[in-house]
């Protein structure tokens, strides 16, 4: 079993839609958890990230982590076509020199107009 | 605008050929990330550093990999001698502070026939 798992879609959804992603982990000493966005044939980019468990929303993205069940997700509403990406969950722990992230494969969405 | 660069940006060679990739990190940036990404593994640290000291390379080949930082301006990974199956896009990230936030490079397709 991967530490990070993440469903590889494709996820197509129409323009307008609630898009929910997802990724489950194995590893309880992780306590950063982040939400990258790679475009085709681009490096990935920061979305956002929380610590530990809760809610953290950024304009239409909402991200949310349960700790308890080894589970984050992101949710985009109102999906544009320019969101139209592969998005990387991506993870790490705690302690002060520990920069190692632990990525899932990404998964490939489609916005449709 | 700062950013990642990375060169080549494409690189096609035959098996058994030494590949030199290099990154310029964002200037004031102290930690230095090599990723690889392919379709069947997704993106895997191959190896970081922090302030130019290697802090980990248990992510790379150790027999025909090597990592290095001449100086805060460069990163290098060397493949010797490459193999079909390190086919796959390199990136170099870059970040300062706790690392939740890397700033991707473009990458570095390279295709080893």
């Known amino acids: 079993q991967k530490e990070v798992e993440q469903d590889p879609g494709p996820l197509s959804v129409p323009e307008g839609a609630i898009v929910s992603l997802n990724c489950t982990y194995s590893n309880s000493a992780f306590q950063y958890f982040m939400w990258y966005r790679q475009y085709s044939r681009k490096g990935p980019e920061l979305l956002m990230y929380?610590?530990?468990?809760g809610n953290k929303e950024d304009g239409r993205f909402t991200a949310q982590v349960d700790k308890s069940s080894k589970y984050i997700s992101l949710f985009i509403r109102d999906s544009q076509p320019s969101d139209s990406a592969t998005y990387l969950c991506?993870?790490?722990?705690?302690?002060?020199?520990?920069?190692?992230?632990?990525f899932g494969k990404g998964t490939l969405l489609t916005v449709n107009p | 605008d700062a950013r990642v660069t990375q060169t080549p940006r494409h690189k096609v060679t035959e098996m058994g050929q030494e590949v030199t990739m290099r990154c310029q990190p964002i200037?004031?940036?102290?930690?230095v990330f090599w990723y690889r990404q392919t379709m069947m593994q997704g993106l895997e640290l191959l190896a970081y550093?922090?302030?130019?000291?290697?802090?980990?390379d248990s992510g790379m080949p150790k027999d025909r990999f090597s990592a290095e930082m001449p100086d805060a301006t460069l990163a290098t990974l060397k493949i010797q001698p490459s193999e079909p199956r390190d086919s796959a896009v390199y990136f170099c990230?870059?970040?300062f502070g706790s690392g939740n936030e890397q700033f991707f490079g473009p990458g570095t397709r390279l295709t080893v026939l």
């Open positions: 929380t610590y530990s468990s």
């Open positions: 550093f922090r302030n130019r000291a290697p802090l980990d």
């Open positions: 990230a870059s970040g």
């Open positions: 200037l004031g940036h102290n930690t």
């Open positions: 991506a993870m790490r722990g705690g302690g002060g020199s520990n920069y190692k992230l632990t």
